[in-house]
C-alpha cells in the first residue's frame, strides 16, 4: 500500500484544483448575470467561456484521480459516485477531499506520518 | 493493506460473466448503458450546435450590410471590413476613368471605374467591370440606383505608379483626377438593380472580387464540449469493467 500517499495526493490536488476553477466560476456566474448583463453573449468575456472549457477538462481529471484513489482504498459503489459528481458541485470537492482523507484515517489505510 | 488475504487469483472470464449477470451488475449495467445514451445524445447536441453557429457566422459574414453600418463617422472604415460585401444607394455621375493593364480571362482590357454618389453626398469609386481593349463603357443614365458590391482597399504597387497615368485603382489619385473627395478604397461592383446604360451596348464584364476573406473563428468551445461528453462515456465504460473485475476476483 506504499501507493496510497500518492493517490491521495494526487486526488487533493486535482480536488483543490477543480474546486477553486469552479468556485471562481460560480461567483463570477452569480455576478456576471447578475450585475453585468451576460445574459448578453456579446458582453461574456472570452476568458469566462475558456474557463468554463478548461473546467470541463480538469474534471477529466479529477475522475480519474478521483477513480484510482477509490479502487486503491476499495470504496463502496455509492460512496465512489458520490465523490465523482463531487466535482460538478461547487465547493463539495474540498469536502470530498477531506472526507476521503478521514476515510482513509479511521480505516488505518495509511501509515503514521513521520514524526518530524 | 496488511489486513487483505494474500490469496486473491486473477478471476477467468467465466467468473466475470457469472458476477455480470447477477441482478446487481444487470442493473449496473442498465444505469451504463443509459449514461453512455445521454452522453452520446449530449455530444451530439454540442456537435451540432459547433455545426450551426459555424454556419451562421458565416451566413453573418456574407451578409451585405449598407455602406453607411460599415462607414465610420468621418467617412473611413476599418481594415476588417476588406472584403465585405456593401449595399450602396445612390446614383452613378459622369466622372469615369478607365485603368489599364487588366486582364480577364487571359484577355487584356481596362477596368472602368465610375464615381457613383450615394444619398448622403458622399462619393466611393466604383469598379463597374472589365472591357477588352479599345472598348468603351457606354453612357450611363443618371437615376437613382442600388448596387452591391465587395469592399477592396485602394490598390497601392509602388510608391509613384499614378504619377504620369493613374494606373491603380487609387482613392485619392482618383479624387484628385475627378476634383472631388471619395471614400478611401473602392467596390468591386457584383450586383446592379436597374440596368443603367443609355445606349443599347454591353455593359462592362462584371469580374469577380480581388481580395478573398478568410473563414470565420472555429467554436471551439462547443467543439470541446462535444469531446468531453464522449470522453465521459467512454471513461464510465473503463469504471463498470474496472469495478466488476474487482468483484468478479472476490
Not at chain 1, 477553486?20 to 453585468?36: D, H, K, N, Q, S
Not at chain 1, 456579446?42 to 477509490?70: N, Q, S
Not at chain 2, 460599415?70 to 450602396?88: A, H, Y
Request: hydrophobic share 50%.
Amino acid at each position: 500500500m506504499d501507493k496510497l500517499p500518492g493517490a491521495l495526493l494526487r486526488f487533493r490536488i486535482m480536488a483543490y484544483v477543480t474546486g477553486v476553477v469552479l468556485a471562481a466560476l460560480t461567483i463570477w456566474l452569480v455576478v456576471g448575470y447578475g450585475f453585468l448583463d451576460y445574459a448578453n453573449t456579446e458582453v461574456k468575456p472570452d476568458l469566462y467561456r475558456w474557463l468554463w472549457t478548461a473546467h470541463g477538462w480538469l474534471y477529466l481529471f479529477y475522475l480519474i484521480a478521483a477513480v484510482d484513489l477509490c479502487f486503491r482504498i476499495k470504496l463502496s459503489v455509492i460512496r465512489t459516485l458520490a465523490v465523482l459528481l463531487a466535482g460538478t458541485v461547487p465547493f463539495m470537492s474540498f469536502v470530498a477531499d477531506y472526507q476521503m482523507h478521514k476515510y482513509v484515517r479511521t480505516h488505518h489505510l495509511e501509515p503514521a506520518p513521520p514524526v518530524s | 493493506m496488511s489486513s487483505a488475504p494474500e490469496t486473491r487469483v486473477r478471476p477467468s472470464a467465466q467468473d466475470i460473466w457469472r458476477t455480470a449477470i447477477t441482478p446487481r451488475w444487470l442493473f449496473a449495467l442498465v444505469t451504463l448503458i443509459l449514461f453512455i445514451a445521454i452522453s452520446v445524445v449530449l455530444g451530439r447536441w454540442q456537435w451540432d450546435r459547433t455545426q450551426d453557429i459555424l454556419a451562421a457566422e458565416r451566413a453573418a459574414a456574407a451578409e451585405p450590410a449598407q455602406i453607411s453600418e460599415v462607414l465610420n463617422d468621418d467617412g473611413t472604415w476599418s481594415n476588417s471590413e476588406i472584403g465585405r460585401t456593401v449595399i450602396l444607394d445612390g446614383e452613378f455621375t459622369s466622372d469615369e476613368i478607365l485603368i489599364p493593364n487588366r486582364e480577364y480571362q487571359g484577355e487584356p482590357g481596362t477596368w472602368t471605374v465610375t464615381r457613383f454618389q450615394l444619398d448622403n453626398q458622399a462619393s466611393i469609386a466604383v469598379v463597374r467591370g472589365w472591357l477588352p481593349n479599345g472598348e468603351i463603357s457606354p453612357p450611363i443614365r443618371r437615376e437613382p440606383a442600388r448596387i452591391e458590391g465587395v469592399l477592396h482597399p485602394s490598390e497601392a504597387f509602388y510608391e509613384g505608379a499614378n504619377e504620369t497615368q493613374i494606373i491603380t485603382v487609387d482613392a485619392t489619385a482618383i479624387a484628385d483626377e475627378w476634383n472631388t473627395s471619395l471614400i478611401d478604397g473602392y467596390v468591386m461592383l457584383q450586383e446592379q438593380d436597374p440596368i443603367l446604360l443609355a445606349a443599347d451596348a454591353a455593359a462592362p464584364v462584371i469580374v469577380p472580387p480581388t481580395v478573398q476573406v478568410g473563414d470565420v473563428p472555429f467554436p471551439l468551445q462547443n467543439f470541446f464540449y462535444a469531446i468531453q461528453w464522449w470522453v465521459f462515456a467512454a471513461f464510465a465504460i473503463f469504471v463498470y469493467g474496472r469495478w466488476l473485475y474487482l468483484d468478479a476476483r472476490k
